[in-house]
T-cell receptor, first 112, second 112 residues
């Protein structure tokens, strides 16, 4: 079955550590996105990529980095520069139609 | 002011009742509109797109009022399984791309 796989489902990070969240899709979608969701807030865009080897900052990119070396993969690194990383992180991909967003099941990151 | 605003709720509604949510958006250049459903600690899933003429999908009816810049969702004969958070989403042009702008969601609790 086609879909998006995010891993891990739960992640715990110590202060000052970098962590990388995985996002893999087998839908052959060109565009991929990373969102962050905090309680009581809408999803906020961190980074997005429309094509391999290219990505753009979203609204809250500070403290995050991404790469897009393969069409299927769009990993997100939460760096130590991100001061409040505890959140629910969602990866999505989109086909050429505006309506075709598919989400992964999310990674819940907690700083301990 | 947020670009997409929703009443956070919760709306506590008896099973079988009709419930309506509204959502307002501030950017008149918004192109397309959606309702997503998000269950607790899960990823959002597309419930329905919202068309200018209004559209219906079973017990769900969506309306768009471009002049007043609001979107509505009506759920008839509500079921226990309708309990979830309903997210209003607006798609608008930003730079040379489109970007989804997410409301914070309205929480619905259906009681037996």
């Amino acid at each position: 079955d086609g879909g998006i796989t995010q891993s891990p489902k739960y992640l715990f990070r110590k202060e000052g550590q970098n962590v990388t969240l995985s996002c893999e899709q087998n839908l052959n979608h060109d565009a991929m996105y990373w969102y962050r969701q905090d309680p009581g807030q809408g999803l906020r865009l961190i980074y997005y990529s429309q094509i391999v080897n290219d990505f753009q900052k979203g609204d809250i990119a500070e403290g995050y980095s991404v790469s897009r070396e393969k069409k299927e993969s769009f990993p997100l690194t939460v760096t130590s520069a991100q001061k409040n990383p505890t959140a629910f992180y969602l990866c999505a991909s989109r086909d050429r139609s505006i309506y075709g967003y598919t989400f992964g099941s999310g990674t819940r990151l907690t700083v301990v | 002011r947020k670009e997409v605003e929703q009443d956070p709720g919760p709306f506590n509604v008896p099973e079988g009742a009709t419930v309506a949510f509204n959502c307002t958006y501030s950017n008149s250049a918004s192109q397309s509109f959606f309702w997503y459903r998000q269950d607790c600690r899960k990823e959002p899933k597309l419930l329905m797109s919202v068309y200018s003429s209004g559209n219906e999908d079973g017990r769900f009816t969506a309306q768009l009022n471009r002049a007043s810049q609001y979107i509505s969702l009506l759920i008839r004969d509500s079921k226990l399984s309708d309990s979830a958070t309903y997210l209003c989403v607006v798609n608008r042009a930003k730079d040379s791309n489109y970007q989804l702008i997410w409301g914070a969601g309205t929480k619905l609790i259906i009681k037996p």
